[in-house]
């Protein structure tokens, strides 16, 4: 069984500190991640992708990839309280064509003014 | 990012009866999916909406309770049928375009409430 597993939450921080938020899985042949944000009443948003061990940052957003433990992070800097959402993480668990991705269960994230 | 319209938005729906949700895309797609997400939990993969091609359902989910179409690469539909109020939940289309690396777009979802 393919698992992506994620902390529930509620993950609270002040408004303009760091957020951390952190995924593992466990198909060790994983080859592409993602992160996307659901506000409430909405659908997924894609924020970040990663492919490759180390850093990628966009803007306020670092993901945080090291595929020999098997995690991926998402760092937001700066939190803003529109940054209050669901972050789910997302795995492609094979290069195989069937673009599947397994989902964990995701983060509520709350950004106190 | 492709633009994707997925319709209704919502629907009020009586036990027993069966509503199809449409998904439209702008531009041709690889794969299309169609998920459902109840409250507070995460998303849940029913099937992979194949062009063509009967659906690949995922453990769980059955043709005859919900069946999709994909006549062709822009287009799919997911029928719910025989509604019970279990089935009340959020219903979400997704896509993949041909290059991009796994990564899936989502149509704004159809809220179904069923009484």
């Known amino acids: 069984q393919k698992e992506v597993e994620q902390n529930s939450g509620p993950l609270s921080v002040p408004e303009g500190a760091i957020a951390s938020l952190n995924c593992t899985y466990s198909d060790r042949g994983s080859q592409s991640f993602f992160w996307y944000r659901q506000y409430s009443g909405k659908s997924p948003e894609l924020i970040m992708s990663i492919y490759s061990n180390g850093d990628k940052e966009d803007g306020r957003f670092t993901a945080q990839l090291n595929k020999a433990s098997q995690y991926v992070s998402l760092l937001i800097r700066d939190s803003q309280p529109s940054d209050s959402a669901t972050y789910l993480c997302a795995v492609a668990p094979n290069a195989g064509n069937n673009r599947k991705l397994i989902w964990g269960l995701g983060t509520s994230l709350a950004v106190n003014p | 990012s492709a633009v994707i319209s997925q319709k209704p938005s919502r629907d009020i729906c009586q036990r027993g009866t069966s509503l199809t949700i449409q998904c439209q895309v702008d531009?041709?797609?690889?794969?299309m999916f169609w998920y459902r997400q109840q409250p507070g939990q995460s998303l849940t993969l029913i099937a992979t909406a194949n062009q063509g091609s009967e659906a690949t359902y995922e453990s769980g989910f059955v043709i005859d309770k919900f069946p999709i179409s994909r006549p062709n690469l822009t287009f799919s539909t997911l029928t719910v049928s025989n509604m019970s109020p279990e089935d009340s939940s959020i219903y979400l289309c997704s896509v993949t375009g041909t290059g991009a690396k796994n990564i899936q777009y989502f149509g704004a979802g159809t809220r179904l409430s069923v009484l």
């Open positions: 531009s041709q797609v690889t794969m």
